[in-house]
């Protein structure tokens, strides 16, 4: 779009169309980079051809190229494996512009037609090069008026960062991001499992925006390990409390204010202060003080802190209110502490809620201040970095690991801790969620729900089963929150079955370590006994791509324990001389997409322990059309997707004339995700038949062209 401002200047953004996107971000550049909307309003349009009236000659300023080289510089370079595929056309340009010294003179900017589209001469070398500087919704430029000349200005975005990280990338394209990100950390030395965290913490809103899980990313790429899964989980958990810097000069340089690290060459910074006296930096040492349980405010606390202290020290102690209310009255059972003693450092985790006894305070080795300890790692107090050593006010000091994350990206760099020392995601955010929130959410009618939820209720094991693109991982996670009754992540687990996948990793099995093998606990394993611990709670294990994984082979002996009436009976375990059992309060829900040809039939034994709900477009269904009409506000629109996906699928599932069946229908969830911001109805509509549903046709008739190309062309129709 282009449009004058109020300062008299004409001011253009780069399309931000799904086939733009995916030209920018994949490789290679789009034509229409150089085309330019001037609206749909007659007024508009009118002044962008009154402005443009009066040029005669037009440049591009050669100064303000070269100072957005700079910051592209940095900005592709911390980002070089999203932007791989765009490299060469910007190195191109960037030797192109580096050794011009002087204006560029270019043909004018001009209109093609009374559309009211302006576009740049696209086989003058200037624009070639000045296309390769042009990246969507990170770059813009402005064209100043001199009189009758006119100078044409390239510019970074304000908010180039956030655009970045609104991608949307498909599937594939991620995981090359994955393989490449991993390769080059091993390259430097550094460990799979600690790069997952950065990955994690770098690709959080990237990865979200695809609605790509994590276990199907880390399944298909070079690097499948249950352990990375978890990795790169743990990044994203605290990647929202972690801002991404390109240039250091972006940081403040008070360390009081602004904890400042590098690592893997980037530079992050947390948000809110972090080292300053209101957060959680605790001092030991308050025996003094009595109990303090009872106290219910600051300004009690206070008073209290001034009888024991009268001066702002005691014996070397920096006493400070804010820091010991932290601890008493605002970290829970589950926050992480660090210990130092001033030689060793300790994490561990708050196991109980404060109160007073003399004979559990600091000298006891299970307690911190009145508050038990669960210890999990010990270190040398050198392995602290600097600046947490810094802060610490005395020898014996603790601290919150939820205010500072950045410590476990520290220590996990270095390996001093390690992902399997017990060091969890932090305290989840649980909202409430009902059965009325499915119904919104889920285009299911409410006689389906009840039936799936009594078969789930009765069975214990069910099956969603149904075309690709139906919903069944988003019904799944949504099935199991209405029936808990709030979003409780850790009442839920998902995986991903594979070819590869093993009892050693479903179950337990021995895994290599430094010193030979190590028996380790498979993810049911652990999953059931978290959920045997709480008998009060609901558990949902859910399992994608169900059948493609060996299930006799994973499931082993507990192919028995499963079924719903063997429940809370034990049953010896092939590698370790235990009782175990599946508990009452775990439900199992498995996934299976009825198009793929490659998948074996399920293992009857198996198969009978389930039961299998069918789950179907949603395209005739009136809680659809409601979705759809809340952000696509065109009616033709709305009923060429319902209309012309309902006659796609009806020919699809007739098998005498297809050749495919019902099982290979198309979903709705392909039309769920709105517009981009500039993306009109249209382009929106035509860009997923494009580049989503065209591709799926070609490979369901890969043998019968015809068929594909008629159906397409149904599609794409005006």
């Known amino acids: ?17 799904d086939a733009v996107v995916s030209c920018q971000y994949r490789g290679g550049k789009d034509s229409c980079t150089c085309s330019y909307y001037a609206g749909d309003d007659p007024y508009s ?74 576009t740049f001469n696209n086989k003058d070398d200037a624009i070639v090069a000045f296309k390769g500087l042009l990246f969507t919704k990170i770059t813009n430029f402005e064209i100043i008026r001199d009189d009758t000349t006119y100078y044409v200005k390239i510019k970074i975005s304000d908010n ?15 995981i090359s991001v994955f ?57 994203m958990s ?14 403040e340089s008070n360390k009081y204010d602004i904890l400042e690290r590098n690592i893997y060459g980037i530079h992050i910074k947390l948000k809110n202060n972090a080292l300053s006296l209101d957060n959680p930096h605790i001092c030991i040492g308050w025996s003094e003080m009595g109990d303090l349980s009872s106290i219910q405010d600051k300004s009690d606390l206070s008073d209290l802190h001034e009888n024991c202290y009268p001066s702002k020290t005691k014996n070397g102690r920096a006493q400070d209110v804010s820091q010991i209310w932290t601890f008493v009255k605002a970290m829970a059972i589950g926050d992480y502490v660090v210990y130092g003693d001033g030689k060793n450092a300790h994490i561990g985790k708050i196991v109980s809620n404060y109160y007073f006894d003399e004979t559990n305070g600091d000298q006891h080795p299970g307690y911190v201040n009145n508050r038990k300890v669960e210890w999990l790692k010990s270190f040398a107090y050198s392995d602290l970095p600097k600046e947490f050593k810094n802060s ?70 069910v099956i969603l089963q149904g075309a690709p693109g139906v919903g069944k991982t988003y019904l799944a996670k949504k099935l199991a929150y209405s029936i808990i009754g709030c979003t409780s992540a850790s009442q839920v687990e998902m995986i991903q079955f594979h070819q590869n996948y093993s009892y050693e990793d479903f179950i337990m099995g021995y895994k290599p370590n430094e010193n030979g093998f190590e028996l380790k606990d498979g993810v049911f394993y652990k999953f059931c006994k978290r959920a045997a611990e709480e008998p009060d709670k609901e558990f949902f294990f859910i399992v994608d791509e169900i059948n493609r994984g060996n299930l006799s082979k994973i499931f082993g002996e507990l192919m028995m324990l499963i079924e719903g009436d063997k429940r809370g009976k034990a049953i010896k375990l092939a590698y370790k001389d235990e009782e175990f059992f599946v508990p009452e309060n775990v439900y199992l829900i498995g996934m299976m997409n009825t198009a793929d040809r490659s998948l074996a039939m399920m293992d009857y034994a198996l198969r009978r322990r389930f039961s299998f709900f069918e789950v179907e477009p949603a395209f005739k269904k009136e809680a659809f059309r409601r979705h759809l009409e809340s952000f696509i506000h065109n009616g033709l629109i709305v009923n060429k997707v319902i209309n012309r996906l309902s006659d796609l ?3 699809i599932a007739d098998e005498n004339t297809s050749g495919l069946g019902k099982g290979f229908c198309i979903g709705h969830s392909y039309f769920c995700v709105e517009p981009v911001e500039g993306q009109s109805e249209n382009d929106w509509y035509k860009s997923i038949i494009k580049f989503e549903i065209c591709p799926l046709l070609d490979e369901y008739w890969w043998d019968d062209k015809s068929k594909a190309d008629n159906c397409k062309k149904e599609l794409l129709k005006d």
């Open 160 to 174: 180039w960062k956030q655009e970045i990280m609104k991608v949307k990338m498909l599937k594939n394209d991620l």
């Open 45 to 118: 349009k009118a002044k962008v051809k009154q402005f443009m009236a009066n040029c005669k000659k037009m440049y591009i300023d050669i100064e303000s190229i070269h100072e957005v080289i700079k910051q592209l510089d940095s900005i592709l370079d911390s980002y070089i494996h999203l932007f791989k595929g765009t490299m060469y056309d910007y190195k191109k340009a960037r030797n192109y512009f580096a050794y011009k010294h002087t204006d560029i003179e270019i043909d004018k900017f001009s209109t093609t037609g009374e559309r009211g589209y302006y």
């Open 649 to 651: 699928n009806d020919k």
């Open 392 to 461: 610490l006010c005395s020898s014996r000091s603790i601290f919150s690991l939820n205010v500072y994350k950045s410590l476990i990206l520290e220590l996990l760099e270095k390996g001093v801790v390690d992902m399997d020392d017990g060091i969890e995601v932090t305290q989840e955010e649980t909202v409430e969620y009902t059965k009325e929130d499915f119904l919104v959410d889920v285009f299911m009618t409410n006689e389906e729900y009840d039936s799936l939820y009594n078969l789930l209720k009765y069975k214990r094991n």
């Open 238 to 251: 605290i990647s929202a409390d972690i801002i991404w810097e390109t240039q250091s000069n972006d940081c």
């Open 179 to 235: 393989n490449n990100f991993m390769y080059t950390a091993k390259s430097q030395g550094k460990s799979e499992k600690n790069a997952a965290v950065i990955f994690g913490v770098k690709y959080c809103s990237i990865i979200k925006n695809s609605s790509i899980v994590i276990e199907e990313l880390i399944a298909d790429s070079k690097y499948f390990s249950p352990d990375l899964v978890k990795a790169v989980k743990f990044g």
């Open 1 to 17: 779009m282009i449009k004058i401002t109020n300062d008299g200047i004409l001011l253009a953004d780069i399309p931000r169309s």
